[in-house]
Nanobody, 123 residues
Framework: VQLQAFGGGLVQAGASLRLSCAAS????????LGWFRRAPGKEREFVAT????????SYADSVKGRFTISREDAKSAGYLQMNSLKPEDTAVYYC?????????????????WGQGTEVTVSS
């Protein structure tokens, strides 16, 4: 089982980035996908999630309207489009997968995690 997040980088405030998550070793199309982040000196927090069939999404209030989560089951891939980035979005971003239905906001619902990709937003 492997989840690999990539696409992070250093950008200026107001810029956009698209993070990707490549999955292998499990039936990705039957798993919900989530993105979490950990900012320096802070706890890991929920960012966004999408249901196994793409029918539902949920976002943290801090990113709602700026970030969009999506998935492409044919490629076993997930994405996080991040627009209007702010310095407070600076963090290591992790993708994670969970079995079952519904929308998972709690990290404990996820059993597969990627290694993280770093996003730095300068002011």
């Amino acid at each position: 089982v492997q989840l690999q997040a990539f696409g992070g980088g250093l950008v200026q405030a107001g810029a956009s980035l698209r993070l990707s998550c490549a999955a292998s070793g499990f039936p990705f199309s039957t798993y919900g996908l989530g993105w979490f982040r950990r900012a320096p000196g802070k706890e890991r927090e929920f960012v966004a999630t999408i249901a196994w069939n793409g029918a539902g999404t949920s976002y943290a209030d801090s990113v709602k309207g700026r970030f969009t989560i999506s998935r492409e089951d044919a490629k076993s891939a997930g994405y996080l489009q991040m627009n209007s980035l702010k310095p407070e979005d600076t963090a290591v971003y992790y993708c994670a997968a969970r079995p079952g239905y519904g929308l998972g906001i709690a990290a404990s619902a996820y059993n597969y995690w990627g290694q993280g990709t770093e996003v730095t937003v300068s002011s």
